[in-house]
């Protein structure tokens, strides 16, 4: 049984500010990295996206265009264990989705791993094939590292910026901050954290609002009521997301019925040009919220009843 993804896609009546109303995904995307919603009008973060937008989305096609494949790979991975696909973007900044990318510091692969902690994680760097370059296990190795860090430090944001840094030097920050609240550690004026790692974390951030709100959201549509009628129709019903691992015999439209959704819908979400599944597939279900919630307090009883 796959593990619930993620919860709410928009977020209704917040302070309007140009960066909500251009990555409507906002609210999704923090939350996916355990960071509160009011990070969106955190100054700083709002300076590097204004100056970075438009090479990030060049990035992020860029990225795309090169990993099409790999990125259904990674997504599935991550999908599989019960992480966040949006970590997903983890890879695409470390290495552009190129399996063979290599950084002046001589990491390597997808997840730009340096020797030490790919041969922890048992990656073989010695043989004739580096299995850095290996997106499967690469990848399975980044979640065990992923893991690791959120087990120590609580936050998947600081597991990303540790990702990065490196443990030693995250606690240090910690130390000195006097708190682990991410506007205060990649404060540019109190420059706990060093600029690369300030600005790993808002990029990755960046990237994911981007990606997220390009594929996942829909941009509010005029309603055709009638010709006086100018109120915009946001979709209010399909809000959340599930994911769903395609069984046998299973279609679209039994998928859609089963969660009280629709197959235009989940053909758009996912990017399918046709209908036809295949088993094992990885769909993301665009669900109503009360059928979000429901899966989520059966998940809870599962794992009360199971002792985890």
């Known amino acids: 049984m796959r593990k619930l993804l993620f919860a709410l ?3 209704v009546g917040l302070q309007a500010s140009p960066l909500t109303e251009t990555f409507p995904a906002y609210a999704y995307v923090l939350s996916e990295f355990d960071i509160d ?16 937008e438009k090479q990030m989305r060049r990035f992020y096609k860029k990225s795309l265009k090169r990993g099409e494949e790999l990125t259904r790979v990674v997504r599935g991975a ?7 696909d949006l970590f997903l973007y983890i890879s695409m900044v470390e290495s552009g989705m190129k399996t063979d990318a290599v950084s002046s510091r001589k990491a390597v692969g997808l997840w730009q791993f340096m020797p030490k902690t790919a041969a922890y994680y048992s990656l073989d760097v010695e043989g004739s094939v580096d299995e850095r370059c290996d997106p499967f296990c690469a990848t399975e190795a980044a979640m065990r590292h992923l893991e690791h860090l959120h087990e120590r430090f609580g936050r998947w944001y600081l597991a990303v910026m540790a990702y990065n840094c490196g443990e030693g030097r995250l606690q240090k920050a910690i130390e000195r901050a006097q708190s682990d609240d991410l506007a205060i550690l ?15 974390i808002r990029k990755i951030l960046l990237l994911a609002l981007i990606g997220e709100s390009e594929t996942v959201f829909e941009v509010p549509q005029k309603s055709d009521k009638g010709a006086g009628d100018n109120k915009e129709s946001v979709p209010a019903v399909l809000t959340h997301l599930l994911s769903h691992k395609v069984a046998m015999g299973e279609t679209l439209g039994s998928v859609a019925s089963k969660y009280g959704s629709s197959a235009a819908a989940i053909k758009r979400v996912n990017g399918l040009e046709s209908e036809n599944l295949s088993l094992g597939q990885i769909l993301l279900v665009p669900v109503a919220r009360e059928r979000f919630e429901d899966s989520l307090s059966k998940i809870e009883k599962k794992r009360s009843s199971s002792g985890d």
């Open 37 to 52: 919603t009011g990070y969106i009008y955190d100054s700083d973060f709002q300076r590097y996206a204004s100056a970075h």
């Open 9 to 11: 896609l928009l977020s």
């Open 186 to 200: 990649v404060d540019d004026d109190a420059k706990f954290l060093p600029k690369e790692t300030r600005d790993y």
């Open 78 to 84: 991550l999908l599989d264990d019960g992480l966040s």
